[in-house]
């Protein structure tokens, strides 16, 4: 991925985050793909694959007969995303090293371009969105996922919670990243001059054994050498060896339940 002003994800264990965070999302995404109309036979553009759990997930969609095309900056992660896309016999999806900012590397036309959680941490997320656009076929699709992190977190939100969400939250804020940006998608894509574009606003969630508090925790873990650096947190305060059975015990003890990060999906087809 491009960076916004820093990435404020540590990338030493993004892979593990990423892997956690799809638990909670890849769902989601599910549901938009199939709203949306992702479907088989189709060439598709996965804008910052990460790990490639967004690439996979597509790739389903497209099947054998489709194909998807990951740009990654890091190495590490284009890496990670092959082996797990050959260990599962996944031959339809390629990874190219670039920067999705120029698309580099990529070549051709895609029938729909994607992207989870990117725009965000991107300097100039309408350019960005502009070049994949004039990569798209007429009639292609664009579909698109941020997330929106003003909500409160847990209900109810005691004290641990509560506590964890103003670290995220400041952390975001100092480095640049617009943690509500999930609410801005729909207005970015109708700014662009994209028409009849759709909207949809989704969040796991649960207590007990359906706590989502395992992807929050791992959240707080990849930006905590952020946390560190700008003096808004210690690894000694966060404690994240247990954190994450402490966000669930305070919960518990209440009968309470966590939510997930509401996940916009905003999609529209170019004119035929």
């Not at 989601?28 to 694959?49: H, K």
């Not at 670039?98 to 698309?103: A, E, K, N, P, R």
């Not at 996922?145 to 939100?157: G, N, R, S």
């Amino acid at each position: 991925m491009s960076e916004h002003n820093d990435y404020v994800f540590d990338e030493t264990n993004e892979h593990r985050r990423l892997r956690s965070q799809s638990t909670v999302f890849d769902p989601i995404t599910s549901r938009l793909f199939t709203e949306a109309g992702l479907a088989a036979g189709m060439r598709v553009l996965d804008l910052g694959s990460g790990a490639g759990n967004v690439a996979m997930l597509a790739s389903q969609f497209v099947g054998p007969r489709g194909s998807v095309v990951g740009i990654e900056r890091d190495p590490e992660s284009i890496r990670a995303a092959r082996h797990w896309a050959e260990a599962a016999g996944r031959d339809n999806i390629e990874y190219v090293e670039g920067d999705v900012t120029t698309l580099g590397g990529v070549d051709g036309e895609f029938d729909a371009v994607v992207g989870r959680t990117i725009l965000v941490h991107l300097a100039d997320p309408k350019a960005v969105l502009r070049a994949a656009i004039g990569r798209l076929r007429a009639g292609g699709l664009l579909c698109m996922q941020e997330v929106d992190l003003t909500h409160v977190w847990a209900q109810p939100e005691t004290p641990l919670w509560k506590q964890i969400r103003r670290w995220v939250v400041d952390t975001c804020s100092l480095v640049g990243v617009d943690y509500g940006y999930g609410r801005s998608l729909f207005s970015v894509l109708g700014s662009l001059g994209l028409s009849d574009v759709r909207l949809s606003i989704e969040a796991s969630g649960g207590g007990g054994e359906r706590s989502v508090a395992f992807a929050w925790a791992e959240a707080v873990a990849g930006i905590l050498p952020a946390m560190e650096r700008l003096g808004i947190a210690s690894a000694d305060e966060v404690g994240i060896g247990d954190l994450e059975q402490r966000l669930d015990a305070e919960l518990d003890a209440q009968h309470g339940f966590s939510v997930s990060p509401l996940v916009f999906g905003a999609w529209t087809r170019l004119a035929e």
